[in-house]
């Protein structure tokens, strides 16, 4: 398992050997119809949608006949009379009365003939498993314990070359060798699961139920019982592993797998993942060799370059230059840069937003994480007296990455910088918030957002 790229791999009629001519693990393959996994296609038509309905199951679902009107009808006819065969399945049922409306009929039938006279039944009659056939008088094969009792109970009827026939009850032979004699070679027409004749039907949940045309052994039928009975005390399965692969080759061939190494998204750099192939004789332990190679989660590398072209102008007093910084990242991983300019002469004009400030709110005075708070901002800066606008037009807040916060200035002076804005921000009480103001952009238009400040919660704000 854990092949992200591989199709579906299984092969569902492989499983049965060829002597299986009907398998049904009774699931829905819609509401009216369940599915044989043999290629012989005896797939199964319901009386009607959900009649009878999936219900859980002794393997996984099941079919919960209701002793009234349901049934499924597959069309087997794949068998005479004669044929040795074996017919097994799971049924739960609290059902133990007597069908008297005909002899050849089990009150709870689990496979069953269309047409009198010409089929068998296999089924449960006065609560035992009961197997009826008809040659020129009816014959009734019964076993000897209760499975009317409302729990699940594994079933099957093997049919031996020798007219003979055992029946057994979970891991019990209840009946060996059977007097199962049969004259004609009519077909065994056990088209319908759940009813029999018509005129019988199952008031029982049913599941699994295999036909083969052969007689399977003993340890068969009671290995196959033992396996779904309880399937976890018939094998351990043991720890994760790498995938073990055996190679035959003869002398001087070799053959070659390609390993494909994924490099997890959360591998922590610079791990090294070291891989080991070994081939190990099946023959011979002493014969065995390895190699190895290794695979390397690179470091994370933080680079930067900055240049500035070209390095050297002039030009007559009153001109203006220009030139270009370029920002180039040079590590292997993507990174935010913090790009300040300054110069020496305060001769430098950059376009934009020239200065700004860090403002940090102080989580311990925040109570809780508060969303679209209006922090009031109460400053006096010189700062913003000489390069700000005088209207402080140019005063813009804004997260680390730019992006702007609504603002309102209630009072700015230019002549002292004293500033008196309302910023709506998000707050954390375990962690400091940043702001940042932006100033100095002598071409900037009014940056307030007034009526975005305050959330459409607020009614009415006056200062």
Known sequence: YGNAGASNQENVEGVWDSNYLMVQHMKDKTSSSIEDSTSNNFDGTKAGANEPVEDSGKIYQAQDFDGSNDYINTGFNALTREHVRTIEAWIKTSDTGDYTGYGGSCKVPLVGTVTPYIGQNHGIEAGKATFHHYDGGWRTLQGTSTVADGNWHYLAFVQKASWQMDLYVDDNKEVSNGDSTISGGQLLYIEDIGRSY?????????????????????????????????????????????????????????????????????????????????????????????????????????????????????????????????????????????????????????????????????????????????????????????????????IVFADYYGIKFNHEIELYDNNTGHLVAWVRADLSASSDTILYMYYGNAGASNQENVEGVWDSNYLMVQH
């Not at 991983?333 to 110069?343: A, F, G, K, R």
């Not at 009031?376 to 700062?383: A, E, N, P, V």
């Open 198 to 394: 018509g005129i019988s039907y199952a008031n029982a949940v049913i599941d699994e139920i295999r036909i083969s045309n052969v007689a399977r052994s003993d340890g068969w039928v009671i290995t196959t019982f033992r396996n779904e009975n309880d399937p976890s005390s018939f094998y351990t399965i043991g720890s994760e592993e790498p995938v073990h692969l055996l190679v035959p080759l003869s002398p001087g061939e070799s053959t070659t797998l390609t390993l494909t190494v994924a490099i997890p998204e959360d591998a922590v750099p610079c791990t090294v993942d070291n891989i080991t192939a070994t081939a190990t004789s099946q023959e011979n332990a002493e014969v065995t060799d390895s190699d190895t190679c290794s695979a390397h989660a690179a470091p994370i590398v933080h680079g930067v370059d900055v240049s500035i072209s070209p390095e050297y102008q002039e030009n007559l007093v009153g001109e203006t230059l220009e030139y270009e910084a370029t920002v180039t990242n040079e590590g292997n991983v993507p990174d935010t840069y913090d790009l300040t300019v300054s110069d020496t002469e305060d001769w430098l004009e950059v376009s934009g937003w020239s200065h700004m400030k860090k403002i940090t709110i102080d989580h311990t005075k925040v109570d809780a994480d508060l969303i679209d708070f209006p922090v009031l901002i109460d400053i006096t800066d010189s700062d913003l007296a000489s390069r700000a606008q005088d209207d402080g037009d140019d």
